[in-house]
């Protein structure tokens, strides 16, 4: 079958909806996010939160971070993708699978020794560093942020023996606020923002450029990439989305140019319009006699009726 991006002569799909390591762009912002989480884990200070709105590349950044992380051997990580457990029992039962552990049910305090333990061994007699990633992690449940909480206290004068990396939505950090002996664990909140368009349009030619586009080759018009950002309204994921979708529909057109009536086509299918732009209106002005001429002062609104009639008779 063929592939549209073959149609471009490209050698990868620049807009597979993945977090590929192979296309992460690390820019501004996000490279100082993922200095700030590894600066966290290598001083072991606990619990370190990002925040971001679907598709800001919170999990773009996990995946980099755990990369990282990975080449080192004095690291041992563990990574949750999915914190939607009902009970505290499963949660710890998890949390010492990603480790490696087989922890059968026990009591919630039974399990929670257990990881001390296994926290303890790793941490201070082999000194090694132990990292556990949650993404998602506005789905903990109240009795499992207090879990994290409890899991924090296991410590030595010298540092954490387990460092948290929770990635989640906006309102995680509204739970966590509402829980202050949680958020006064917080190490440091990360927040990811929208990119702008300079960042945005960054992105765009990395991923074409890391697919096999030979520098210089204009495979979107200018037109069509202003449309593009503006669309995008800063959201990682919409932009690639889009995108894809604009490069499919110039390939079933046998167009070597994505212009901007294949963006819009694509907006189209999908649903997505532009926001309004705010319209500035200026206030209306009355000429005012002065010494050296006119001047233009905003208009006032005078009192009509019986409040004309009243403030006359005050004067």
């Known amino acids: 079958m063929s592939r549209y991006f073959r149609f471009f002569g490209l050698e990868r799909d620049p807009f597979l909806d993945t977090a590929d390591p192979y296309f992460y762009c690390e820019l501004g912002a996000l490279r100082k996010a993922k200095e700030r989480l590894y600066d966290s884990v290598d001083a ?6 990002v925040l971001g709105d679907p598709g800001t590349g919170k ?3 996990s995946g980099a971070l755990e990369q990282e992380l990975l080449g080192d051997d004095r690291v041992v990580l563990g990574k949750i993708l999915d914190p939607s457990f009902a009970t505290e029992t499963e949660f710890l039962i998890a949390i010492g699978r990603v480790f490696g ?5 026990r009591s919630s305090a039974a399990l929670k020794n257990a990881l001390k333990n296994f926290f303890f061994e790793t941490a201070v007699l082999e000194k090694r560093t132990l990292v556990l990633i949650i993404d998602e992690a506005q789905n903990l449940s109240d009795e499992n942020l207090e879990a994290l909480r409890l899991l924090l206290n296991y410590q030595v ?3 954490k023996l387990l460092n948290i990396l929770l990635f989640g939505q906006a309102e995680l950090e509204t739970r966590i606020n509402a829980r202050g002996n949680l958020a006064d664990r917080v190490d440091s909140w990360i927040r990811l923002l929208p990119l702008d368009e ?3 349009l960054a992105v765009l030619d990395y991923r074409l450029s890391r697919a096999g586009l030979t520098p210089g080759t204009p495979l979107f018009t ?3 990439r202003t449309l593009l950002t503006e669309a995008a309204s800063g959201v990682a994921r919409r932009l690639t989305m889009i995108a894809h979708l604009a490069m499919q529909e110039a390939a079933d057109r046998a167009s070597t140019l994505v212009i901007e009536d294949h963006v819009r086509t694509s907006m189209i299918a999908r649903g997505i319009a532009l926001k309004p732009k705010p319209v500035a209106v200026p206030a209306p002005v009355v000429e005012a006699p002065s010494g050296n001429g006119t001047v233009s002062e905003p208009a006032v609104q005078r009192p009509q009726g019986f409040f004309a009639k009243l403030f006359a008779r005050r004067a």
Not at 44 to 49: A, I
Not at 101 to 105: N, R, V, Y
């Open 44 to 49: 072991s200070r606990g619990l370190t939160v």
């Open 101 to 105: 552990l087989a922890l059968p049910p």
């Open 222 to 224: 200018p037109e069509a």
């Open 157 to 159: 004068p010298q540092r």
């Open 198 to 200: 300079t960042t945005s």
């Open 59 to 61: 999990t773009s950044l």
